[in-house]
Nanobody
Framework: QVQLVESGGGLVQPGGSLRLSCAAS????????MGWYRQAPGSQREFVAY???????MYAASVKGRFTISRDNAKNTMYLQMNSLKPEDTAVYYC??????????WGQGTQVTLSS
């Protein structure tokens, strides 16, 4: 089973940018779609974006136009470029298959905090 490790989070001011990475322990080329999710304090985990192995993408309305998802199958890595960050983007960000099942393990996530 592929293990996923998220990185790239941090403390950033509103309007700033961050690039998150999701590194897989094995090949992701056969996984049809990979996604980013986030969980804010006191809230349920929510969908952010997904990308298929062919490069098709879909975004949550709250991030469309500001976030860009991409994947490099050769490096077994997926990315999330986040621009024009807002305070409401504060959350722990996770990657996983899209859609995920109970059999798909979650990583530790990476914390993104917006603070002025």
């Amino acid at each position: 089973q592929v293990q996923l490790v998220e990185s790239g989070g941090g403390l950033v001011q509103p309007g700033g940018s961050l690039r998150l990475s999701c590194a897989a322990s094995g090949s992701i080329s056969s996984i049809y779609a990979m996604g980013w999710y986030r969980q804010a304090p006191g809230s349920q985990r929510e969908f952010v974006a997904y990308i298929t192995k062919n490069g098709s993408t879909m975004y949550a309305a709250s991030v469309k136009g500001r976030f860009t998802i991409s994947r490099d199958n050769a490096k077994n890595t997926m990315y999330l470029q986040m621009n024009s960050l807002k305070p409401e983007d504060t959350a722990v960000y996770y990657c996983n298959k899209y859609p995920y099942t109970s059999a798909d393990p979650w990583g530790q996530g990476t914390q993104v905090t917006l603070s002025s």
